[in-house]
């Protein structure tokens, strides 16, 4: 079975910094990966997803992630992080690619400190 | 387009009662899932629809019955609700196709199970 496994329940950054939400994930097949959004009292909202190709996936709002097989990691980075940004972030994975079947990690809390 | 649309927005119930969680999508999305967020765990899939007519089983699906018996509509079905039922409930609907994908969530329900 697939799983992510996300290092880091909280993490807080300066207005600015650099934002780095780890993801890790298990897989005995190439993966299908994603990374959602959630701000408080709201459903989620897809950021990006990895399929195959490019290891470098950009999505919205300046966040990007990086497909590192040989790490087995799936990390979720932005340049300089804004005060908009704080909301919880989930990574997840899909066995066939689609999304009518994905395996979420737990989240991770991204506090924005001004 | 309203997008995804879920009824009641919160939900207070005694246990062994019985409730219906409405779901309904006006974008001809082939896929629909439902789950249910619970704090530390992450977002866990209850049961999805590939297309009207067809369902099956997530990760959690005990206590829950689904139908799909238009494309529009997926309600989920709590039988004898418990106290373990207690969650914030999303509903989400997606599409696949040769030229674009994507997915929307519902704004969720929070279901109080005393």
């Known amino acids: 079975a697939q799983s992510v496994t996300q290092l880091g329940s909280h993490v807080s950054v300066s207005e600015g910094a650099l934002v780095l939400l780890r993801c890790n994930y298990s897989s005995s097949v190439p993966p299908y990966l994603f990374w959602y959004v959630q701000y408080p009292n709201q459903g989620l909202q897809l950021l990006l997803k990895y399929t195959t190709g490019a290891t470098l996936v950009k999505g919205i709002n300046g966040f990007e992630a990086e497909f590192k097989k040989s790490e087995t990691s799936f990390h979720l980075t932005k340049p300089s992080a804004h005060m908009s940004d704080a909301a919880e972030y989930f990574c997840?994975?899909?066995?066939?690619?689609?999304?009518?079947?994905?395996?979420f990690g737990i989240g991770t809390k991204l506090q924005v400190i001004p | 387009n309203a997008g995804v649309t879920q009824t009641p927005k919160f939900q207070v119930l005694k246990t062994g009662q019985s409730m219906t969680l409405q779901c309904a999508q006006d974008?001809?999305?082939?896929?629909m899932s439902w789950y249910r967020q619970d704090p530390g765990m992450g977002l866990r899939l209850i049961h999805y629809s590939v297309g009207a007519g067809i369902t099956d089983q997530g990760e959690v699906p005990n206590g829950y019955n689904v139908s799909r018996s238009t494309t529009e509509d997926f309600p989920l079905r709590l039988l004898s609700a418990a106290p373990s039922q207690t969650s914030v409930y999303f509903c989400?609907?997606?599409?696949?196709?040769?030229?674009?994908?994507?997915?929307?969530f519902g704004p969720g329900t929070r279901l109080l199970v005393l």
């Open positions: 997840a994975v899909s066995p066939s690619g689609g999304y009518q079947k994905v395996t």
């Open positions: 989400a609907s997606s599409y696949s196709g040769p030229r674009q994908e994507t997915q929307y």
């Open positions: 974008m001809n999305h082939e896929y």
